[in-house]
């Protein structure tokens, strides 16, 4: 079977910086995506890793080991607004197969 | 970005009786479409993905003749719960992906349905 595993909860204070592991073991591996997610909203593509290293985009940076199977999602100068659900999601040959999910609580 | 919406929002039913959830991507063709549930509180699970013009490939423990999806056109799936009972509840969103191109890896989400099953 899948195995995608995130931490189940986090809380930051605002300005800080906060890091989301992600461990996978899946039978194929194309991919690794982290999607932000709202309450009672879809989730909202962050980043895309397929090489291992760090991607960075603004304040959000995502980084990929394949031979550790392992990933994480960086949120630097985290705002009010980056309270949500942190979605990692392995792409396999043909779907998207999602985590267990992070929920983040980011305190004034 | 492309954009995948879903009609409708939110649906409340009587238990026992029959749901349809449209999935429409407005400005691509989906050659493929994922439908998922997620409950409160849980991550996303892919229920099935359908390519489209044939049937659609059901996850474990997913009942096909329960959830009946249709991908008849390369803008449209459909998602029909029938005979639904409230243990059914759930928010159900569907993904679409294009053919080709550079962004061909990423899925877009529609806004999700909120299904409640009394």
């Known amino acids: 079977g899948q195995n995608i595993d995130q931490p189940t909860e986090m809380t930051a204070t605002e300005g800080a910086i906060v890091q989301i592991n992600c461990t996978y073991q899946?039978?194929?591996?194309?991919?690794l995506f982290w999607y932000q997610q709202h309450a009672g909203e879809a989730p909202t593509f962050l980043s895309y890793n397929v090489l291992d290293g760090l991607e960075e985009k603004g304040r959000f940076s995502s980084f990929l080991s394949r031979s550790k199977g392992y990933s994480y999602l960086l949120l630097k100068e985290l705002q009010m607004k980056d309270s949500a659900s942190y979605l990692c999601a392995v792409r396999l040959r043909r779907q998207l197969i999602f985590g267990t999910g992070t929920r983040l609580q980011v305190f004034p | 970005g492309a954009v995948v919406s879903q009609h409708p929002s939110r649906v409340i039913c009587k238990s026992g009786t029959s749901v349809k959830i449209e999935c429409r991507s407005l400005d691509f063709q989906a050659t493929t479409m994922f439908w998922y549930r997620q409950f409160p509180k849980q991550s996303l699970m892919l229920m099935a993905t359908s390519n489209e013009g044939s049937k659609a490939t059901y996850e474990q423990g997913v009942e096909k003749d329960k959830f009946l999806i249709n991908h008849a056109s390369l803008t449209l799936s459909t998602l029909t719960v029938t005979s639904a009972h409230p243990e059914d509840s759930s928010f159900y969103i569907c993904?679409?992906?294009?053919?080709?191109?550079?962004?061909?890896?990423?899925?877009?989400f529609g806004p999700g349905t909120r299904l409640t099953v009394t």
């Open positions: 899946t039978s194929g591996f194309n991919g």
């Open positions: 993904s679409a992906r294009g053919g080709g191109g550079s962004s061909s890896y990423e899925q877009y």
